[in-house]
């Protein structure tokens, strides 16, 4: 079974553009959700898509945005870019059953995005 | 609200000695935990997972962890280092909430 992938791997940006970020999951894998990496700030969760809703998000300013396709596969994108959101970006995939339950949440990763903000 | 703190950013160890990363946690519900490993320029891989199940748990590549809820730990062990075991491991907690609350990481040295 293939892994999460993400795309590009790498990305150069200036600051003031936009930037869109891409996620496959696993295949059956319903629940997707993005973190920021920094070696500052650590890995920080952003937000959780589940069948195409965004279910949960982190402390992150709105220029932060995702959504989430039927096939599952998600999109990040954040507007304005400003140096700090210079970070590796990783996508995980969750099978994450029903909404609410208290259960595990096994999240396979991807490889990452690096984004680079000059 | 959850939370891990992983003690010591950096560990060196020689080859073929105990590794031990440890990692406590606070948590206002039933924890689930997890060990993961990261290498350069790659995601983050799982080493093992506590999910109530067993206090003592086996991960991949040697790996075990000890769930103790009487300290609020959950500490990463291997008994013999090797060389390709140098990376960054992350402690991390899920609750309620389901998302993953990482540590800060600590960076694993082997030296031969």
């Known amino acids: 079974k293939a892994g999460v992938t993400q795309t590009p791997r790498y990305l150069i940006k200036t600051r003031g553009q936009q930037v869109t970020l891409s996620c496959s999951p696993i295949?059956?894998?319903?629940?997707v959700s993005w973190y920021q990496q920094t070696p500052g700030q650590g890995l920080q969760f952003l937000f959780e898509?589940?069948?195409?809703?965004?279910?949960n998000k982190g402390n992150f300013p709105g220029r932060f945005s995702g959504r989430q396709f039927s096939n599952s596969r998600s999109e990040m994108n954040v507007s304005t870019l400003e140096l700090g959101d210079s970070a590796l970006y990783l996508c995980?995939?969750?099978?994450?059953?029903?909404?609410?339950?208290?259960?595990?949440?096994?999240?396979?990763f991807g490889p990452g995005t690096r984004l680079t903000v000059l | 609200a959850q939370s891990v703190t992983q003690l010591g950013s950096h560990v060196s160890v020689s080859e073929g000695a105990l590794v031990l990363l440890r990692c406590n946690y606070s948590?206002?519900?039933?924890?689930?935990l997890f060990w993961y490993v990261q290498y350069p320029n790659q995601g983050l891989q799982l080493l093992l997972k506590?999910?109530?199940?067993?206090?003592l748990v086996k991960g991949i590549n040697g790996f075990e962890a000890e769930f103790k809820k009487s300290e609020t730990s959950f500490h990463l062990t291997k008994p013999s280092a090797h060389m390709s075991d140098a990376a960054e491991y992350f402690c991390?907690?899920?609750?309620?909430?389901?998302?993953?609350?990482f540590g800060s990481g600590t960076q694993l040295t082997v030296l031969p």
């Open positions: 948590s206002s519900v039933p924890p689930y």
């Open positions: 991390a907690v899920s609750g309620s909430a389901r998302q993953l609350t």
């Open positions: 506590y999910t109530s199940a067993a206090t």
């Open positions: 995980a995939s969750s099978l994450s059953g029903t909404s609410g339950a208290t259960s595990y949440n096994e999240q396979f």
């Open positions: 898509y589940f069948s195409e809703t965004q279910r």
């Open positions: 295949s059956g894998h319903r629940s």
